[in-house]
């Protein structure tokens, strides 16, 4: 089974600098053919410039839609500019206690992005906020009880995907417990089976059940469940936990592999074959052109050695093919007139007062139950 580069190219999520396409970025597209981008705020100015960049990356992109993704979160984890409708921290939300609300944000937040030519979110947080020292969680976890990020990181999911955005849990196995941030260092988590099990899997396999469309790894080193590799890189996590006992078939994204917890370890070749040999199915790459064309050369050389088995990118293929065909084949070019009508509109804006207003009084009065 002989598989060409362009090909190869589906597996890759990158990211670039500047506003818009520039001949250089153009000239990558044309040789790498990547499946998909992601947008930082260096890259984002306006709703106008938005909406003319995505429209100028898709028509680079000949041969399938891009994925064109983006960390919306909310609260501190937000890429928009200012005119659009910014949605609090996942902490906020969940101290509403209301899927309702946290799915009527989601929906907000994914008309806005679909009206600008942005298709995924890199959201829900379904970590847990388990240790109060977690320099990386924090406040964008929905709460510190499985119960509650079950409920509303599902219902977030359930309002980007059911507005067609799509949506990406993260980071599993769970990056809530650990004391150390993934984008500086290896963090090394020694909870048992059963604690992980019991609690930060939870919010992770409930959303694998219900049809989360896809899911980002987390670069770190879970002892309980293998004791040599971060999960991005494990067989032991994603291909038998994730995709063997949880049957779990959406796609798999690693989270960026220019991070220290991988880089410091790895080089981005090694790293990059890894990932694909663990079970993941894109590889995100977030700035520097240089890796992400030896990532891509060297995943081409392993398939082409036999290194890895044709029929496992095959898999992949056919994985990113259906997540595509669900949400990007009645894909339009983004207008700048839709852009002004939804973008940071009144109906968004009131429910942006409603949460903050709803998780004040919640505050205030510890045990209100929200909506």
Same mark, same amino acid.
């Given at each position: 089974m002989l598989i060409a580069r362009e090909t190869i190219g589906q597996m890759f999520m990158i990211g670039f600098d500047g506003t818009a396409v520039s001949p250089d970025l153009a000239?990558?597209?044309?040789?790498? !053919? *990547?499946?998909?981008?992601?947008?930082?705020? !260096?890259?984002?100015?306006?709703?106008?410039?938005?909406?003319?960049?995505?429209?100028?990356?898709?028509?680079?992109?000949?041969?399938? *839609?891009?994925?064109?993704?983006?960390?919306?979160?909310?609260?501190?984890?937000?890429?928009?500019?200012?005119?659009?409708?910014?949605?609090?921290?996942?902490?906020?939300?969940g101290r509403c206690r209301s899927p309702q609300l946290a799915y009527a944000a989601a929906e907000a937040t994914a008309r806005?992005?679909?009206?600008?030519?942005?298709?995924?979110?890199?959201?829900?947080?379904?970590?847990?906020?388990?240790?109060?020292?977690?320099?990386?969680?924090?406040?964008?976890?929905?709460?510190? +009880? *499985?119960?509650?990020?079950?409920?509303?990181?599902?219902?977030?999911?359930r309002g980007l995907q059911e507005n067609g955005v799509i949506a990406c849990g993260k980071h599993f196995p769970g990056h809530g417990e650990t004391g150390a941030d993934s984008h500086h260092e290896l963090p090394i988590v020694t909870a048992s089976r059963d604690r992980l099990e019991c609690f930060e899997l939870l919010p992770f396999r409930h959303a694998?059940?219900?049809?989360?469309?896809?899911?980002?790894?987390?670069?770190?080193?879970?002892?309980?469940?293998?004791?040599h590799r971060p999960a991005t890189l494990s067989p032991a996590i994603i291909g038998t936990l994730l995709r063997? +006992?949880?049957?779990?078939?959406?796609?798999?994204? +690693? #989270? #960026?592999?220019?991070? !220290?917890?991988?880089?410091?370890?790895?080089?981005?070749?090694?790293?990059?074959?890894?990932?694909?040999?663990?079970?993941?199915d894109i590889v995100l790459i977030c700035k520097d052109r240089n890796r992400q064309v030896a990532a891509?050369?060297?995943?081409?050389?392993?398939?082409?050695?036999?290194?890895?088995?044709?029929?496992?990118?095959?898999?992949?293929?056919?994985?990113?093919?259906?997540?595509?065909?669900?949400?990007?084949?009645?894909?339009?070019?983004? +207008?700048?007139?839709?852009a002004t009508l939804v973008v940071g509109c009144s109906a968004h804006r009131a429910l942006l007062h409603s949460i903050q207003h709803l998780a004040k009084q919640t505050a205030e009065a510890p045990g209100q139950i929200g909506l």
């Open positions: 000239a990558f597209f044309k040789e790498y !053919r *990547p499946g998909g981008v992601i947008l930082f705020s !260096r890259n984002l100015e306006s709703a106008e410039q938005i909406v003319a960049l995505t429209n100028a990356l898709q028509r680079c992109s000949t041969a399938t *839609p891009l994925l064109i993704a983006i960390d919306q979160e909310g609260g501190r984890v937000s890429r928009l500019p200012k005119e659009f409708t910014i949605f609090p921290a996942g902490e906020v939300v806005e992005l679909r009206a600008v030519g942005i298709n995924m979110n890199m959201a829900p947080v379904l970590d847990i906020n388990s240790n109060p020292a977690n320099p990386v969680i924090g406040d964008r976890a929905f709460g510190s +009880t *499985p119960e509650l990020v079950c409920d509303l990181g599902w219902a977030t999911a694998a059940a219900q049809g989360i469309a896809t899911m980002m790894t987390a670069h770190v080193l879970y002892r309980s469940l293998d004791e063997h +006992t949880w049957h779990y078939d959406g796609v798999v994204l +690693t #989270d #960026d592999l220019e991070m !220290r917890a991988i880089i410091d370890h790895y080089g981005i070749e090694d790293a990059t074959l890894w990932s694909i040999l663990a079970g993941c891509m050369e060297a995943l081409h050389k392993a398939v082409s050695d036999g290194s890895i088995p044709p029929e496992q990118i095959a898999r992949s293929l056919e994985r990113i093919g259906r997540l595509k065909q669900r949400f990007l084949t009645s894909l339009r070019p983004a +207008t700048l007139s839709e």
